[in-house]
């Protein structure tokens, strides 16, 4: 256990609960009668409420995006390295809210919510949740506080998503969109590996059609396929040659199916530690949500149609390994930027480390971080 | 950063650039020329620059920066999207100049392009004495030298004529640092970098794009 915490922490940090009574009409169809939205928030809101800062979570993240929760916690949050004191996120100077999404499984309403009424859990039955209904809720959560412009929407892969809808959506309520590893729609091939994760889930026989809280059981073993396919693509090629190469656990071939490889191991383990934190139902609809973002879709499919009522000044930023959602994705965005005449600065960062890269501390990356968000006006 | 400051050529440049015109600065460096022009002209643009340490460079100036490979072409920006398109001592450093210049006027109503000449006696000095030339505008040796198309200003004249394109206006930076636009005597022979002010013959449109 450390003795304190590290002096460019936002140290210890509680999730908080932002219950909204108000419906919440979403975009399938269904209504919400009531929610809660769980989040975090590190930093000070100037009397201006002009300094807040957006933090918007990838697929399986959550709002513990910095600092801890308890002394013993042996990792922080999930972009610690990038929200902190003197850090690229500084907040000495910015007030940063992070919420869990909703039909997550981190506090805020989802499947493992209790459906109002009925005393279970709505698990299957949670409506499924698009990228502009997140939107819309973190809306609400902004006038909670108050904020009536975000200083910058930020977020990497789903979260870059959810950036660039904002950014769309709310015109006047974003300064800065800051768009990282992300893509203006999942190509066929993203939507295939999300299809095998969701039927390896689908498939588990202690899956129940989704009510597995019912039968007291969780389809432990499709959430860790899931999470195992995820995770390759996640990496780049190199990486994984690097980490891990063809290294044998045993020193040699043992002709059998045990683990063997070393990459077999390691995805076994990130497979099983997944299970623990995070809900099969959760993870469905993260990755419908993923599917079904295209901001482009109601404007004749044009992103640059789509993009024309933006106000915000964007960063954008992707990794050269990353192969989930490739620079190229990354400058489709960019170009549709350059069309409508907007401000926009982008950097490809060299990185072997893939898709992941986005969540790591590269010099270049923060370096950059640092630099736009410096630039970033603010009120005293 | 005040104009004094600028390097002879930028300051050169800035006098064609109309105030509130759209530029692109390829190769921006750490954009303080464009920092410049927006502040004194009122631009709006961006910068193309490949190296991330400049590109932070930018981002600290807040101006507006597109990671890029020039010789990657410029397929995201559309023809005729900006009033100019900017280019100083970079041309001699890229894979097909040519196919370059074609695109800049795709994309640009006028470009700027400068580039140290070779044509300088200076370099013809060190020619006749046998040597590949070494001067503070090209500083490396042969073997290290990312300038790979060096040319003369008569060889760059050359080329403009025979891809349809119009000289509107030359100027020259002289190895006194002065900058002289309009009628030069003997320019080849005087400019250490030569200043071109270019368009297409038919404009933005007929410019094609480099295959």
């Known amino acids: 256990m450390p003795e304190s915490l590290p002096a460019d922490s936002v140290g210890l940090v509680e999730p908080r609960i932002a219950h909204f009574t108000t419906p919440l009409a979403l975009d399938c169809g269904a209504i919400l009668d009531a929610y809660d939205i769980c989040y975090e928030a590190y930093g000070t809101l100037n009397s201006a409420r002009d300094n807040a800062v957006l933090i918007c979570h990838a697929l399986s993240g959550d709002h513990h995006a910095a600092g801890y929760h308890a002394l013993d916690d042996a990792k922080p949050g999930w972009w610690d390295n990038c929200i902190g004191p003197g850090k690229p996120v500084d907040t000495n100077r910015f007030f940063v809210v992070s919420p869990n999404n909703l039909g997550g499984c981190g506090g805020s309403t989802g499947p493992l919510s209790v459906r109002p009424g009925t005393g279970k859990r709505y698990g299957p039955d949670f409506p499924i949740v698009t990228v502009r209904d997140w939107v819309e809720s973190q809306a609400r ?215 992941d890269s986005f969540l790591l501390p590269i010099p270049d990356y923060h370096r950059v971080l640092k630099a736009y968000f410096g630039r970033i006006e603010v009120a005293g | 950063m005040n104009a004094a ?119 013809r000095l060190q020619f006749a004495l046998g040597r590949m030339p070494v001067t503070r505008h090209l500083p490396n040796t042969w073997y290290d030298t990312p300038n790979i198309h060096m040319c003369t200003i008569d060889d760059f004249d050359d080329l403009c004529a025979s891809r349809g394109i119009t000289v509107i206006e030359r100027a020259i930076v002289d190895s006194q640092h002065r900058a002289l636009i309009g009628m030069q005597l003997l320019p080849n022979l005087r400019a250490e970098i030569a200043v071109y002010r270019i368009r297409h013959r038919e404009g933005p449109q007929a410019a094609s794009s480099p295959s």
């Open chain 1, 141 to 355: 959560l902004a006038d909670e506080f108050g904020i009536e412009s975000w200083a910058a929407v930020m977020g990497g892969s789903l979260g870059g998503m959810q950036a660039l809808q904002w950014a769309i959506d709310y015109p006047a309520r974003v300064r800065h969109a800051i768009v990282i590893a992300a893509a203006p729609r999942l190509s066929t091939q993203n939507i295939a590996f999300n299809e095998v994760a969701r039927q390896a889930i689908r498939s588990d026989t202690n899956f129940h059609d989704g009510h597995y809280y019912e039968h007291d059981t969780v389809p432990e073993h499709g959430l860790k396929l899931a999470r195992m396919i995820g995770h390759i693509t996640y990496l780049s090629d190199d990486v994984l040659h690097t980490r891990f190469g063809r290294e044998l656990r045993s020193g040699k071939i043992a002709f059998g199916f045990g683990v063997e490889f070393e990459i077999e191991s390691y995805l076994r383990h990130q497979g099983e530690s997944f299970v623990g934190r995070f809900d099969a139902n959760t993870y469905l609809l993260m990755t419908k949500s993923l599917d079904y973002f295209d901001p482009a879709q109601r404007f004749d499919g044009n992103l640059t149609t789509a993009m024309e009522r933006c106000s915000a000044r964007f960063l954008v930023v992707s990794f050269s390994s990353d192969w989930r959602f490739s620079p190229a994705r990354s400058r489709e965005i960019v170009r549709a930027l350059l069309d409508c005449d907007l401000d926009v600065s982008y950097l490809d960062i060299e990185s072997d480390l893939g898709h």
């Open chain 2, 5 to 123: 400051a600028l390097r002879p050529e930028h300051r050169l440049i800035a006098e064609w650039i109309d105030k509130g015109s759209r530029v692109l600065d390829l190769g921006c460096g750490d954009g303080s020329f464009l920092s410049e022009l927006e502040r004194t002209k009122g631009v709006t643009g961006y910068g193309i620059e490949i190296d991330p340490n400049n590109i932070v460079a930018c981002l600290e100036r807040g101006v507006n920066v597109i990671h890029a490979n020039l010789d990657e072409g410029l397929g995201d920006f559309d023809a005729g999207s900006f009033d100019y398109v900017v280019m100083t001592q970079t041309v001699q450093a890229m894979r097909f100049p040519h196919q370059l210049l074609d695109d800049i006027l795709r994309i640009g109503r006028e470009g700027i392009v400068t580039f140290p000449n070779m044509g300088h006696w200076k370099c």
